[in-house]
T-cell receptor, first 113, second 115 residues
Framework: ETGVTQSPTHLIKTRGQQVTLRCSSQ?????VSWYQQALGQGPQFIFQ???????GRGNFPPRFSGLQFPNYSSELNVNALELDDSALYLC????????????FGPGTRLLVL | GESVGLHLPTLSVQEGDNSIINCAYS??????FIWYKQESGKGPQFIID?????DKRQGQRVTVLLNKTVKHLSLQIAATQPGDSAVYFC??????????????FGKGTHLIIQP
């Protein structure tokens, strides 16, 4: 176990709705990265948070947003859900930044109907 | 597009044999590489990493080899066990100077252990 936890484990939403996913970092880690993993694919980088600010972003639209809190936990928010947003959402925590080992949580499985 | 790819989507090996999973990358600026194991319904689990100033790194039953000349990465698993059945991903990272770029993952290789 990595010590990274995510909630909820599963979620069903309908198109157009908004969703918030949560992540608690491994103890001592100050950086959180979020990834989207479609079925049968590798994870794709959404963004990273460090010191409560977005520190880098992948090729995802602005309706994907996030927060990091003083205790280093994080949220991923997705507005105006689309069917293609159905995926496993993973958070990974690391010390300092993306060029250090990232440890993943179990993920949240989102289904958009 | 993806800059990391795997040569085989599925690899089947006999229990007790050694497994070799290959990965090609195209970004010569990549300087950090990680292998992850992902079991069904779980998040990726860190196996081993290597930085570009190294050619080889060994862990417990696993070895990662990096050939920067041909941009090739491999994961060797010794004495493969049933618990090694999973999808294996290689991932790369590089510094672009504009903040975090995250890890770039390939599509994965499904390792199947035959009894």
């Amino acid at each position: 176990e990595t010590g990274v936890t995510q909630s909820p484990t599963h979620l069903i939403k309908t198109r157009g709705q908004q969703v918030t996913l949560r992540c608690s970092s491994q103890s001592g880690h100050n950086t959180v990265s979020w990834y989207q993993q479609a079925l049968g694919q590798g994870p794709q980088f959404i963004f990273q948070y460090y010191r409560e600010e977005e520190n880098g972003r992948g090729n995802f639209p602005p309706r994907f947003s996030g927060l990091q809190f003083p205790n280093y936990s994080s949220e991923l928010n997705v507005n105006a859900l689309e069917l293609d947003d159905s995926a496993l959402y993973l958070c990974a925590s690391s010390l300092v930044g993306d060029r250090e080992t990232q440890y993943f949580g179990p993920g949240t499985r989102l289904l958009v109907l | 597009g993806e800059s990391v790819g795997l040569h085989l989507p599925t690899l089947s090996v006999q229990e007790g044999d050694n497994s070799i999973i290959n990965c090609a990358y195209s970004n010569s600026a990549s300087d950090y590489f990680i292998w992850y194991k992902q079991e069904s319904g779980k998040g990726p689990q860190f196996i081993i990493d290597i930085r570009s100033n190294m050619d080889k790194r060994q862990g417990q039953r696993v070895t990662v080899l990096l050939n920067k000349t041909v941009k090739h990465l491999s994961l060797q698993i010794a004495a493969t066990q049933p618990g090694d059945s999973a999808v294996y991903f290689c991932a790369e990272s590089w510094y672009s100077g504009g903040g975090a770029d995250g890890l770039t993952f390939g599509k994965g290789t499904h390792l199947i252990i035959q009894p």
